[in-house]
Nanobody, 113 residues
Framework: QVQLVESGGGLVQPGGSLRLSCAASGNIFSIYTMGWYRQAPGKQRELVARIDSSSSTNYADSVKGRFTISRDNTKKTVYLQMNSLKPEDTAVYYC???????WGQGTQVTVSS
């Protein structure tokens, strides 16, 4: 069974950058689409970005041009590079094995001066 572990969150000032990582266990990571989601306090969880097995990507309108999702199948890891961060990006970020109930534990991102 695949397990996911996120890392890389933290506190950053507006305009700053962070890179999140999601490391997967298991041997079939490369065939899965992976997604990054986020959930802010009092809000529903929302899709931020996803990447399929051929590395085609999709982004939420709110992060287009600022965030980049990528994957390294040799390391079984998916990344989310976040630039030009805004206070409204503050949330717990989760990675997900697409269309499954496999989620990481989440990593907190706080954007504040």
């Amino acid at each position: 069974q695949v397990q996911l572990v996120e890392s890389g969150g933290g506190l950053v000032q507006p305009g700053g950058s962070l890179r999140l990582s999601c490391a997967a266990s298991g041997n079939i990571f490369s065939i899965y689409t992976m997604g990054w989601y986020r959930q802010a306090p009092g809000k529903q969880r929302e899709l931020v970005a996803r990447i399929d097995s051929s590395s085609s990507t999709n982004y939420a309108d709110s992060v287009k041009g600022r965030f980049t999702i990528s994957r390294d199948n040799t390391k079984k890891t998916v990344y989310l590079q976040m630039n030009s961060l805004k206070p409204e990006d503050t949330a717990v970020y989760y990675c997900n094995l697409w269309r499954t109930n496999v989620w990481g534990q989440g990593t907190q991102v706080t954007v504040s001066s």
